[in-house]
Structures are given as C-alpha cells and as structure tokens.
C-alpha cells in the first residue's frame, strides 16, 4: 500500500465502518502473538475507545485505550506496512494522550513484546518507562515488557 504524505494526519474516534480495517489491520499486526488476532483486537476496539488514523481519506492506523478511573491501559496499536516510520503512531500515542490528560487520566500503561523493537523504540521515545518483563506472556512463549507513562492530567 503507498501511503500519501500529502495532507495532515487526521484522528477521530472508531466508526462501524473501520472495522473491517481494524480486524485486517490487527490480524496482519498481531498474528504472530494471537491466532485470534483479528477477533482479539475487535473486541479490545469495542470494549475501548478506539481512535483511527487517516490521511487523504485513507485509514492508517488505530490505537484502543481502555479506561479505569485515573488510570489506562494501551490494549493495542497498529500502523498499516505502508505508513510506518512515517509518524502515525507517534501522533496516534500524542492524540491518545492529550485525551487522556483532558479527561484527568494519570497514568498509562501498556504491555509489548520484547521483541518488538520498533514499537519498545517508540515507546521508550515518547516517554514510557519499563516497569517489568513478564516471561510467555504471549501464547506462553513470547516475553513482554510492562511500561508505563506518567501523565499529566488536566485539574478537575
């Protein structure tokens, strides 16, 4: 897929209709780590609060956060092959967390596999701590990192 880089990169909540691009996109992403990826992450995208990446008109990403109180979770995040290292998920990640922030959220965290480089790469790059790695956390043989960031949440 060639990605246009021509006009801004939009962020808006998930529609019925991005849901085929949820399920495809979650399935290529996380199918090493889910034999259910595809299943797996729409359910994470409509038990959360889904937001989609687009550009021209055209989905680029997604990123699902489930909230609990003050504090959240990044249950998944994925950029199509096409528009990674082009910075969809670093304002995926900035969106998620001014949202967060505004709606007094703390604190968030997130687990990924440690052999995930880019992605630890990226999330050590907009501030994330790693706070743990949890051996066969996926499918019972694949190591994850448990990272946090600290937020700063609008007063209420």
């Known amino acids: 897929m060639q990605?246009?880089?021509r006009g801004p990169l939009h962020l808006r909540r998930r529609r019925a209709a991005d849901d085929g691009f949820?399920?495809?996109?979650?399935?290529?992403?996380?199918?090493?780590?889910d034999p259910r990826a595809a299943q797996t992450t729409l359910r994470l995208a409509h038990a959360g609060t889904t937001w989609v990446a687009s550009r021209d008109n055209q989905l680029l990403g997604f990123a699902v956060v489930q909230v609990h109180r003050d504090q959240a979770e990044l249950c998944a995040i994925?950029?199509?092959?096409?528009?990674?290292?082009?910075?969809?998920?670093?304002?995926?990640?900035?969106g998620v967390v001014r949202a967060l922030e505004?709606?007094?959220?703390?604190?968030?965290?997130?687990?990924?596999?440690?052999?995930?480089l880019s992605g630890l790469d990226l999330f050590l790059k907009l501030g994330f701590?790693?706070?743990a790695r949890i051996p066969r956390f996926y499918r019972g043989m694949f190591e994850a990192c448990a990272m946090s960031k600290t937020l700063n949440p609008a007063p209420r």
């Open 78 to 94: 994925a950029v199509a092959p096409g528009a990674r290292g082009s910075g969809v998920g670093t304002q995926l990640i900035q």
């Open 102 to 116: 505004t709606a007094g959220v703390a604190r968030l965290t997130l687990h990924t596999a440690q052999a995930n």
């Open 22 to 33: 949820i399920a495809q996109l979650g399935d290529e992403a996380f199918a090493e780590y």
């Open 129 to 131: 701590r790693v706070n």
């Open 3 to 5: 990605v246009p880089s």
